[in-house]
């Protein structure tokens, strides 16, 4: 019964479900646009971080640079992996505006969302531990709080990592749409 | 019994050859077969099949619930991993026996920040799946509800990031414990704890697998549901 229904569903396409169809297709693609813009500028942020200090003493380098930290190097990467793939991946979103039927490539898109969805959460949340060392440093391990002296490099990573954490959370919507897309099918 | 005049219906029985001797002979020879005969036969299958009764043949559900006892499977696989990395980095615990100027002489997993996150994201991931194994295993038995998919694939993913950034954030610690960094100057601590590098170190190889399982539940599930 309920395979009948379906088939007079997917056979008549009541005008309701397949504007809501439609509105979630354009939805995803609007999603995209978000992740783009916060993933590309995060790695802009983070890489075009320097920032010398005019004094110079014995145990302080006077000069940080965001490759310095491998942690942050990676961060910038794996930004810039997902923002290439977001673009790569927005005419695909774009033919699904279009044409909701299609089988397979939902789920491919499906499955590289979700690996980038792990890629941009490692290097967020690591870049995110390394700057809150950076802020608060470790007393049993006797790690430097480094803020203290570099603080507008300081300022820059960590608002970096706000434009990175809300791509993650539009990939995870992103990844909840498709489910939803391929569910309604 | 040969009902040969049927043009609506092509339903080919599979016919159970230790009950019917006669039945391959006559499923070959006349390929339509009457409705009525279709009831008798999963009759006569049904009382004889013992353990796994949702597993008939002609079941159409077939593919739908062998992905679902994958899924049961590998949620089984990930909660090991999760717990042995919450439980190791919980019970890690490093005195050394020297105690010099510039080190303090005991490193727990609370001194660190992120350490303290990833156990706790780890026993929430841990729970998690625990509670999460009597909703696959209904999905087993009843394989068309969608809704029930849907709510373990976003549960999945939502887990998964989270473990993630747990996983990836001890991770960069454990990193910096083993190498240091020259320009800020922090020293590698790996060099005197080595039981509490070694265990850290550990715990977020563990988490990275229960990420991969988790990861592949969640691809699982889209193709279940595409499937049905």
């Known amino acids: ?185 | 019994m040969s009902g040969a005049g049927e043009p609506a219906t092509v339903s080919i029985p599979i016919h159970d050859h230790a009950a019917t001797g006669k039945a391959p002979a006559a499923t070959s020879s006349a390929v339509p077969a009457a409705a009525a005969a279709a009831p008798a036969p999963a009759a006569a299958v049904a009382p004889r099949k013992v353990g796994i009764p949702f597993f008939r043949r002609g079941d159409h559900h077939r593919g739908s619930r062998c992905l679902a006892f994958l899924d049961f499977i590998l949620r089984i696989a990930a909660f090991g991993p999760a717990l042995a990395a919450a439980i190791a980095t919980g019970t890690s615990d490093e005195t050394l026996s020297v105690f010099t100027q510039f080190f303090q002489f005991r490193a727990r997993f609370d001194d660190f920040p992120a350490f303290l996150f990833f156990m706790v994201a780890n026993a929430i991931v841990a729970g998690y799946l625990v509670l999460s194994l009597p909703f696959s295993a209904v999905l087993v038995l009843r394989p068309q509800t969608i809704g029930l998919r849907l709510l373990l694939l976003v549960c999945d993913m939502i887990m998964a990031a989270l473990l993630t950034a747990a996983a990836a954030a001890a991770a960069a610690i454990v990193d910096l414990a083993h190498n240091g960094n020259l320009r800020a100057n922090w020293v590698a601590i790996c060099m005197q704890f080595h039981g509490f590098c070694q265990r850290t170190s550990g715990s977020v190889v563990a988490s990275f697998l229960t990420v991969v399982i988790l990861m592949f539940l969640v691809i699982l599930a889209s193709c279940s549901i595409r499937k049905r």
């Open chain 1, 1 to 185: 019964m309920k395979e009948s229904v379906e088939h007079g569903e997917t056979s008549s396409k009541a005008p309701l479900s397949k504007g809501v169809s439609k509105g979630v297709s354009i939805l995803d693609v609007i999603l995209r646009f978000v992740a783009i813009i916060g993933a590309l500028a995060s790695a802009i942020a983070m890489g075009t971080t320097n920032q010398t200090l005019p004094f110079f003493t014995q145990f302080i380098r006077f000069k940080a640079q965001y490759n310095d930290l491998p942690t942050l190097t990676f961060f910038v990467v794996a930004n810039s992996i997902v923002c290439a793939y977001l673009i790569l991946s927005l005419p695909l979103s774009i033919v699904h505006v279009i044409r909701s039927r299609a089988k397979y490539s939902r789920l491919i898109l499906i499955f590289f969302d979700a690996a980038m969805l792990a890629l941009v959460t490692a290097g967020a949340s690591a870049a995110a531990a390394i700057v809150y060392l950076a802020h608060k440093g470790n007393v049993r391990a006797n790690w430097l709080a480094i803020c203290q002296q570099f603080d507008s490099f300081c300022e820059r990573i960590s608002g970096s990592l706000i434009g990175s954490f809300a791509t993650m959370v539009v990939l995870v919507l992103l990844i909840f749409l498709s489910a939803i897309a391929l569910a309604r099918r």
